[in-house]
């Protein structure tokens, strides 16, 4: 299945990254946008709903923000591997979505972090972490013979010459970041070997 994959990459080029499994795009930069459009044209479908601030108490509104719009924007958000910049732009559309639930336009005005009181919220890029690490957690905890353990021993057991310039964006470069900037004695703060992955195993 692995070399399959491969074949099917090499093969196609670009084009897989448009291919819809399990309601997701294959490709992090397509399916990242797709969730952006979908997330929208929920939030607008129930307009009416967040005009009404003397009708709708705002704990009922967000309780349907999270459930109907959240939820779609977020969906299968634990095997993203993002840039900073697409954090930021799903950081700063979750803001806009939030004003748009306490309908604060223009001229009036509200900081980020009083938003995310407001609103119990909080930031997106945190939930996105959190909902990575949960994933990759169920991962390490499967048996070793399991598809996706798989996957990783043979990523970090391969051999030949490493390309050169700066690694692209991938879930395991994803992963590392968070493992650098994360302070805890009790987990490794690198992961480039199968010992590194082994070690996380062991923790897991």
């Known amino acids: 299945m692995y070399w399959f994959s491969l074949f099917f990459c090499t093969l196609y080029g670009e084009d897989w990254k448009k291919v819809k499994k399990v309601g997701s795009l294959l490709g992090d930069t397509e399916d990242i946008e797709r969730r952006k459009q979908l997330s929208n044209l929920a939030l607008e479908k129930l307009s009416r709903i967040w005009i009404r601030n003397d009708k709708v108490k705002q704990v009922t509104r967000l309780n349907l923000y999270r459930a109907l719009v ?3 924007l977020l969906y299968n958000c634990g095997t993203w591997s ?3 910049q697409e954090e930021h732009k799903l950081s700063t559309i979750h803001r806009r979505q ?10 009036i005005v509200i900081g980020n972090n009083a938003l995310y009181q407001k609103t119990s919220e909080t ?3 945190l939930t996105i972490l959190e909902a990575r690490w949960r994933l990759y957690g169920h991962v390490l905890r499967q048996a070793i013979n399991t598809p ?22 991938s879930i395991v470069t994803t992963l590392r970041g968070d ?11 690198r992961l480039h070997s199968i010992n590194d992955l082994d070690h996380l195993r062991d923790i897991a």
């Open 70 to 72: 959240k939820s779609i």
């Open 179 to 189: 493992l650098k900037s994360h302070n805890n004695d009790h987990w490794p703060t």
């Open 98 to 107: 939030l004003r748009t639930i306490l309908n604060i336009k223009y001229p």
């Open 82 to 84: 993002l840039t900073k």
């Open 148 to 169: 996706p353990n798989f996957a990783m021993t043979k990523y970090f057991k391969r051999e030949g010459r490493k390309q050169r310039g700066r690694p692209k964006t």
């Open 123 to 125: 930031p997106i890029s």
